[in-house]
């Protein structure tokens, strides 16, 4: 029978990986290093000869890597921790982009290489890789501390600017007119699309996950929810952006669901599995021959793609308000390059652009780079105490001074909390408007041009109805701001009127716009107005329910979050510098598994504070110090990032002063003897349970066989008793019986 190739080179890959990530694991090195290490062993470059031969469908089941590596991201991912370091995350990710790709350009330049060429060497430099770090953070137990979270904030931006980059590049060089207009015109696209699968993954998904939860097993929510990962990796596809992104994206839409940690547990074997062969297809790209005839050019990009993203994130991150602490972990954990890169370098090879000795520089810069991020990582702590311990006492002021102004800027916001959600209503509603006219304009024009007399009055009229209580809510969405909410209460023209009043003319020109998908310009605007004053008039109560019902509908969708989730945000807000918050789960076997809070003194020995239990579907909010926990319990644990570490093995590892290697309890059998001290009484009466922690589970009388015996039945002559107990306890009956 033939065997198919793949086969026969999946299991070179993984027993190979297998053999080299045990080696790793003793010698105390990340698994991501020994994956590459594996793969530059069996390559097809590496002498003598090629262990793998299929490398087109390694590739594949790489792809496949790296779509489940995103998507477990995503469902360990909260976009209001994104929120939280978005200020931060979005200037330090253009600082990076913008600086690397300019001063990658220049290098490129004074060392040869053509100008279309030395772009794209910038774009490669300037894009850190997802996929190596998530996977070092993962292997390092970092990913819940502080400088993480911004790390991830950083890289999802990054994945938007290298999508970006790409459409300009492949507008740019397939003899399309490009300019700013063109980009800004991907941008909008992107911001469209990608928002039209957060609103529709929200309104469907998490509720299809909580009936498939009900109804089905595991195995069908595990089922359901790779489709739907890879069923939006297909869309992200058919628009030409990044499987990556669409992957990320279903994850976070799944994050949302009360299901969420069971897909996360459900997912993380294929994880696994397809990230090794991922990490194992990085190592085969590797030519040592390219690396002896690039040497001088390879490490010179490594050094500047090192030094760079460490002093451009590090300053980026201080200029936002960062510590100095987390700012230097969040430079020393983004010196590398990816995934994107070979995909940025990919499309002027397609092109004809670029030739192949910039693809070799940019693998075998990924590789050395990949090498260096765990220890990067490791090392930024360290780091960050030493500059902090050497910081000359005028520094440290300044630095204290500028984050306590962040603070304060963070604080002012706080208090424009109500003005801040009636712009993301007013931007959400307006997305959904603009995504309905879009369909109408797309889809549903094209059927009725030759059916109708007047086809665009009636495509722009369907999506008018369709959108109604949408605009209503655009119109309406700062009118819901109290006056005396902008402290000018009493003036002739206050800022309220005036946010309402360009609110509304905002509205009016968008629709206007959106009008042109089916009118000129000269009957765009006198639509709007006429059909506006009409629906105002006639449907203004009805549309204002309308909306409502959407609105309860939708926020549904977040009940999970209410109230440990939203207190977890809230005290992460209000958590002085390097204090947050984590979420850890009680190991079945932990330290603190059956006792109380006060028992266990976290705070007295660590400093650190209990602030909500998740306990199944139930949140307990400011646990009492009576509190008792069990195990699976999820604690929101607020601490700094050094206390939360020391606290950590008592919560989510199991005791070592026990010993779990095999069971300490067996089945025996005893014979009832005439001069047992059993004979002649009932189970109850001769105290086996009581004297010896055993439990009587059977008894053969004669040819009668007797299955959990009642705790009345007299114990006979000629009985043959079997009993389940400790070993330590039966031995001691074992001496008992003897004597």
């Known amino acids: 029978m033939h065997l198919p190739q793949i086969i026969i080179d999946l299991a070179v890959i993984l027993a190979v990986a297998g053999v080299v990530s045990i080696i790793f694991q003793r010698i105390r090195q990340p698994l991501v290093l020994g994956y590459i290490v594996a793969g530059f062993l069996v390559g097809p470059h590496t002498p003598p000869f090629s262990f793998v031969s299929d490398l087109p469908n390694i590739q594949v089941w790489a792809e496949i890597g790296v779509v489940f590596l995103m998507f477990s991201l995503g469902l360990e991912f909260s976009f209001r921790r994104l929120l939280r370091v978005g200020v931060s995350a979005g200037v330090t990710a253009t ?295 050497r910081m000359p006492p005028g520094l440290a002021s300044f630095l204290n001074r500028y984050m306590l102004y962040w603070e304060q800027i963070g604080r002012e916001q706080e208090r424009r909390a109500v003005f801040y959600r009636a712009l993301i209503r007013w931007f959400l509603n307006a997305l959904v408007v603009t995504i309905v006219t879009i369909i109408c304009a797309e889809a549903l024009l094209p059927l009725v041009q030759d059916k109708l007399p007047w086809p665009e009055l009636a495509g722009w009229s369907a999506a008018l109805l369709l959108t109604a209580p949408f605009i209503w809510a655009m119109f309406t969405s700062f009118s819901r701001l109290q006056p005396g909410q902008t402290h000018e209460k009493n003036a002739r023209f206050s800022r309220y009127n005036a946010t309402v009043f360009f609110s509304r003319l905002i509205t009016i020109a968008w629709l206007g716009i959106l009008s042109l998908e089916f009118f000129s310009a000269e009957y765009a605007a006198l639509v709007t107005f006429v059909a506006l004053a009409v629906f105002s008039f006639l449907f203004y109560r009805r549309l204002e329910d309308s909306y409502h019902w959407f609105e309860e509908k939708f926020l549904k969708t977040f009940e999970k979050e ?133 439990m009587v589970v059977g008894i053969q009388r004669g040819e009668q066989r007797i299955i959990s015996p009642d705790s009345d039945l007299q114990l006979n002559e000629g009985d043959i008793i079997w009993l389940v107990g400790s070993t330590e306890r039966l031995d001691q009956l074992d001496r008992t019986l003897k004597t």
């Not at 290298?162 to 941008?187: H, M, N, P």
């Not at 669409?246 to 969420?260: K, Q, R, V």
Request: hydrophobic share 50%; charged share 20%.
């Open 95 to 389: 600082l990076q982009v913008g600086l690397m790709g300019i001063g990658g350009a220049v290098i490129a330049r004074l060392l040869g290489w053509t100008p279309i060429e030395s772009l794209f060497f910038g774009a490669m430099t300037s894009i850190s890789s997802t996929t190596i770090i998530i996977k070092a953070l993962d292997e390092l137990r970092l990913k819940s501390r502080r400088f993480a979270e911004m790390i991830l904030g950083i890289l999802i931006v990054e994945d938007l600017y290298a999508i970006l980059i790409l459409v300009g590049f492949s507008t740019a060089l397939s003899g399309k007119e490009f300019s700013g207009l063109v980009l800004l015109q991907a941008a909008g696209k992107l911001f469209l699309i990608v928002g039209a699968w957060f609103f529709a993954g929200y309104m469907v998904v998490p509720r299809l996950i909580r009936q498939i939860s009900r109804l089905g097993t595991d195995e069908t929510l595990l089922i359901m929810s790779t489709a739907l990962c890879l069923g939006l990796v297909v869309f992200a596809a058919h628009f030409d952006y990044s499987i990556a992104l669409g992957a990320f994206i279903m994850g976070s839409i799944l994050a949302e669901s009360s299901e969420s940690h069971r897909i996360e547990e459900l997912i993380k074997p294929l994880r696994d599995i397809f990230g090794a062969v991922f990490f194992v297809s990085v190592g085969m790209m590797l030519n040592p021959s390219d690396l002896w005839n690039f040497k001088g050019t390879i490490l010179l990009t490594t050094a500047f793609v090192i030094v760079g993203n460490m002093l451009i994130n590090s300053a980026g991150a201080l200029l936002t308000g960062q510590t100095l602490r987390t700012a230097v972990q969040v430079g020393m954990g983004l010196g590398q390059i990816g995934e994107f890169s070979f995909i940025i370098v990919g499309l002027g090879l397609s092109l004809g652009v670029v030739s192949r000795d910039l693809y070799s520089v940019a693998v075998a810069t990924s590789l050395l780079t990949a090498f260096t991020t765990p220890y990067m990582i490791k090392r930024s702590h360290s780091v960050a105490i030493a500059l902090e311990n």
């Open 562 to 694: 209410e109230p440990a989730a939203r207190n977890v945000d809230i005290a992460n807000n209000l958590a002085p510098w390097d204090a947050h918050l984590v979420r850890l789960k009680v190991h079945p076997n932990a330290e603190i598994a059956g006792r109380t809070l006060q028992d266990i003194q976290l705070r007295n020995k660590y400093g650190v504070s209990v602030v909500a239990v998740r306990r199944g579907r139930d949140e307990i909010v400011a646990p009492m110090p009576e509190f008792m926990l069990f195990p699976q319990d999820e604690l929101f644990v607020l601490g700094t990032d050094e206390q939360i570490e020391q606290c950590r093995p008592m919560i989510d590892k199991a005791d070592p002063a026990q010993d779990f290697s095999r069971p300490n309890f067996e089945l025996r059998s005893y014979a009832v003897g005439v001069d047992s001290p059993f004979a002649r009484k009932s189970i109850r009466n001769a105290r086996i349970r009581d004297d010896f922690h055993a």
